[in-house]
Antibody
């Protein structure tokens, strides 16, 4: 059974960099798109971006200038870095596995439990 | 970015009711739409992908339909465990975008 687990600081100061890691167990990193999605308290979901197992990335333009997603295949982990954070970046951050197989199999099938990151001094 | 408009934003229903949630895309997205269920404090769970394909293990009372710009999620007979928030997600173009959510509450 595939499992994803987010880890990282729950509190980040304004203007600093938010760093989270997602550890994947029970399955291979290959052929999937590994994504980060966030949800501000009481609000909806926002896709942040993905990294493909080959290392290619795609980011939400709304965050692109501040986001970096990287992959460590040897550890079956992928990471999120979000720089220059403000209170608006306070959210539950989820990592998720995305299937993207043409012509029609596109979906997030496994998610982590989520981790709340609060931006505050 | 493609905008996804969900309606209603909330609804009250009773156990056994038939419930319909709609999602409209700001441009045609073929059938590249999924539906996710989220319960408080939990991660979203995939129900439907490709507009109408039922994810393995999801009860058959959930169904999806639509293509192009208009999509529907139907729960044929609402069960107690179905009270949750439902989100659509367009998977046609980047950035991937979610609808605003529909909260299904107990009447």
């Amino acid at each position: 059974q595939v499992q994803l687990q987010e880890s990282g600081p729950g509190l980040v100061k304004p203007s600093e960099t938010l760093s989270l890691t997602c550890t994947v167990s029970g399955g291979s990193i290959s052929t999937y798109y590994w994504s980060w999605i966030r949800q501000p308290p009481g609000k909806g979901l926002e896709w942040i971006g993905y990294i493909y197992y080959s290392g290619s990335t795609n980011y939400n333009p709304s965050l692109k200038s501040r986001v970096t997603i990287s992959l460590d295949t040897s550890k079956t982990q992928f990471s999120l870095k979000l720089s220059s954070v403000t209170a608006a970046d306070t959210a539950v951050y989820y990592c998720a596995r995305r299937v993207a197989t043409a012509p029609k199999d596109y979906y997030f099938d496994y998610w982590g439990l989520g981790t709340l990151v609060t931006v505050s001094s | 970015a493609i905008q996804m408009t969900q309606s209603p934003s909330s609804l009250s229903a009773s156990v056994g009711d038939r419930v319909t949630i709609t999602c409209r895309a700001s441009q045609a997205i073929r059938y590249d739409l999924g539906w996710y269920q989220q319960k408080p404090g939990k991660a979203p769970k995939l129900l439907i992908y490709a507009a109408s394909s039922l994810q393995s293990g999801v009860p058959s009372r959930f169904s999806g339909s639509g293509s192009g710009t208009d999509f529907t999620l139907t729960i044929s007979s609402l069960q107690p465990e179905d009270f949750a928030t439902y989100y659509c997600l367009q998977d046609y173009d980047y950035p991937l975008t979610f609808g605003g959510g529909t909260k299904v509450e107990i009447k």
